[in-house]
């Protein structure tokens, strides 16, 4: 069993950044798959960036155009996402979630077992 915690949300003016952290319970979170997902408002749940436990595969949305940067750290038990030039349309609930030596499949939440509770992110215009 994983505890999953987000940090880092808040109001931000469109144009500026956030960094989101999701903080793992895990006594071996270096092999934990890390992902990030979003709900808009009105909208359906949709995946934001993911990172394998290797490190080696990483996957970014579209939606998101390069706007985002997804880290992990090891030592820290967490993982980032970085969000830079948000738009009041990034305005959501942010997920993070997790999956035990996941390789593919990042951007598909039926697949992980742990979420945490959600941090809002809220861009004004």
């Known amino acids: 069993q994983v505890l999953l915690v987000e940090s880092g949300g808040g109001l931000v003016q469109a144009g500026g950044s956030l960094r989101l952290g999701c903080t793992a319970s895990?006594?071996?979170?270096?092999?934990?798959?890390m992902s990030w997902f979003r709900r808009r408002p009105g909208e359906e749940r949709e995946f934001v960036a993911g990172?394998?436990?290797?490190?080696?595969?990483?996957l970014h949305a579209d939606s998101l155009e390069g706007r985002l940067t997804i880290t992990r750290d090891d030592a820290k038990n967490t993982a980032y996402l970085r969000m830079n030039s948000l738009k009041p349309d990034d305005t959501a609930i942010y997920y993070c979630?997790?999956?035990?030596?996941?390789?593919?499949?990042?951007?598909?939440?039926?697949?992980?077992?742990?979420w945490g509770q959600g941090t809002q992110v809220t861009v004004s215009s």
């Open positions: 979630a997790a999956a035990i030596r996941l390789e593919f499949g990042l951007n598909h939440s039926e697949i992980f077992d742990y």
């Open positions: 895990a006594t071996a979170f270096s092999t934990l798959s």
């Open positions: 990172m394998s436990w290797s490190g080696q595969n990483i």
